[in-house]
């Protein structure tokens, strides 16, 4: 079965930056275009949280935790949507998860650790 693939984690210091990536293997264009994609996160101990959407139309939804410091985008020729994540600090630590919205597809979950 196709996957939703994410990429990117890793572990960095506070006001340190990481670019995430997320593909689902095999999916056709048209079902690109068609799915609004999000990144979600989830803290220890925490619920998962909506970071970041790339809706259909290019354009982009953040939660204001994380609003002038990442920036979602999206390749539709590639079809991957990227997550540059910028002036990390550590309440950003967390497993990140994508989203096809249309489709309900999860990754498997990257993890992002800021230490300060």
């Known amino acids: 079965q196709a996957q939703v693939v994410e990429s990117g984690g890793g572990s960095v210091q506070a006001g340190g930056s990481l670019r995430l990536s997320c593909r689902k293997l095999?999916?056709?264009?048209?079902t690109f275009w068609a799915n609004e994609v999000s990144w979600y996160r989830q803290a220890p101990g925490k619920q998962r949280e909506l970071v970041a959407t790339s809706t259909t139309s290019s354009s982009a939804y953040y939660a204001d935790s994380v609003k002038g410091r990442f920036t979602v985008s999206r390749d539709n020729n590639k079809k991957t949507v990227y997550l540059q994540m910028n002036s990390l600090n550590p309440e950003d630590t967390g497993v990140y998860y994508c989203?096809?919205?249309?489709?309900?597809?999860w990754g498997q979950g990257t993890q992002v650790t800021v230490s300060s």
């Open positions: 989203h096809f919205g249309l489709t309900n597809e």
């Open positions: 095999g999916m056709i264009l048209s």
